[in-house]
């Protein structure tokens, strides 16, 4: 079981951060996840918030929603911290997500961006569990995420598009297929579960919980 997280240095987290602003069409998916979510929100948690990038998109059209930004890192903690300094909406947390999430009910909303996929496939089903109990009736769960590709051609072609095709594999990635995620969404109990945008690795993963849970 591959069990290597890199997220903890400062080196790793940084260099991400510079990386983070190149990555090819990242800006697309990120915006058809702030469509999704609805603008009537009242409670919001980001799994794995870095430096709160996406949070802050979200309070765009929503500058009054009360926000959680949980991350592990001690760099983009800080990062996350000085972005909302003085901004009492947002909360920051410290919380490794290979352990239980915390109580944080209630949610109308649960996003993660590129964070989930750090994570050991066991850990990651279980993870979409505590979500789908977190959220309150018609809430939603949207994972824009780095997704395993269905060949070792377009694997490469991913890294050639981001440049990195002369680096090693990164070892915190635990990458898997859309497919298989989709259909753990839909058995947990969320509806409306697609993947509502993709390009190569890249994927947004969407589900509702029922507002009928009879």
């Not at 979510?37 to 980001?46: C, M």
Request: with cysteine.
């Amino acid at each position: 079981m591959n069990s290597v997280n890199l997220w903890t240095s400062a080196e790793h987290a940084l260099s991400y951060l510079i990386k983070a602003e190149q990555i090819p069409h990242r800006t697309e998916g990120e915006a058809v996840l702030v469509e999704t979510v609805p603008t009537t929100v009242k409670r919001v948690l980001d799994l794995g918030t870095g430096d709160g990038r996406l949070l802050a998109l979200l309070k765009l059209d929503r500058p009054h929603v009360q926000s959680i930004a949980l991350d592990f890192s001690p760099t983009m903690l800080e990062k996350a911290r000085t972005r909302y300094a003085g901004d009492t909406t947002v909360t920051v947390i410290e919380h490794n997500l290979d352990e239980p999430l915390p109580d944080l009910k209630p949610l109308d909303a649960v996003v993660s961006s590129f964070a989930i996929h750090h994570l050991v496939d066991e850990r990651k089903r279980t993870l979409y569990t505590e979500i789908f109990n977190l959220l309150e009736l018609g809430g939603v769960f949207c994972n824009l995420e780095h997704v395993a590709s269905s060949t070792p051609a377009l694997h490469q072609r991913f890294r050639r598009a981001l440049g990195i095709e002369q680096e090693p594999e990164d070892p915190s990635n635990k990458l898997l297929d859309v497919e298989t995620q989709l259909t753990w969404l839909k058995d947990i109990g969320f509806t409306d579960v697609d993947c509502y945008w993709k390009w190569l690795e890249l994927a947004l993963l969407v589900g509702v919980k029922p507002l009928d849970m009879r």
